[in-house]
């Protein structure tokens, strides 16, 4: 017997609507990170209890509108990565921490993903998860909290809670 059982394949259709819902939560993390040079960095930790990682660099600017992907295959990886854990079924937790370059030090927030959608992380748990070892050498973050990205109806996975934040409508902010 495996040490690691095999990961279980979700479906054509699963991973369709998730890949749709990638799209959607990326467009909404580029709208709510706004002009700059981001990072994002996904790490999930699988259902065989393998964690696995990708990050992307962006370049963006909202006026006029343009998104420079700085590495089309690191862009590519951590997509796939999102769609799975988007989907669920093969992915049992997942962050998304986005890092922005600025001035007098980068700034960060993050989202978990549940029920199918990016959620903002709570900025205490986000600020321990983000403090640079003693050993290496790193800048240390701002943390701010991290937007709630709206879904469109179609986009909601019916597991999440009516009262979900993720539910309300532009016009109810």
């Known amino acids: 017997m495996s040490a690691h059982p095999d990961l279980a394949y979700p479906g054509d259709g699963a991973i369709f609507a998730?890949?749709?819902r990638t799209l959607a939560a990326l467009s909404a993390v580029v709208q709510a990170l706004g002009d700059g040079q981001h990072t994002l960095t996904l790490v999930a930790q699988r259902t065989d209890d393998a964690v696995v990682a990708s990050r992307t660099d962006l370049s963006i600017r909202m006026e006029p509108l343009r998104l420079a992907v700085l590495d089309e295959d690191e862009f590519c990886a951590f997509r796939m990565l999102l769609v799975f854990a988007l989907e669920g079924s093969t992915v049992r937790s997942a962050i998304l921490v986005a890092t922005t370059a600025?001035?007098?030090s980068p700034r960060a927030c993050g989202?978990?993903?549940?029920h199918g959608w990016l959620h903002p992380v709570d900025t205490a748990q986000l600020q321990k998860a983000v403090i640079p070892c003693s050993d290496v050498m790193s800048v240390e973050r701002d943390v701010y909290p991290a937007p709630i990205l709206l879904q469109l109806a179609d986009e909601i996975d019916d597991s999440c809670d009516a009262g979900c934040p993720c539910r309300r409508k532009p016009s109810q902010e």
């Open 18 to 20: 998730a890949l749709h």
């Open 111 to 114: 989202w978990s993903v549940r």
């Open 102 to 104: 600025a001035e007098p």
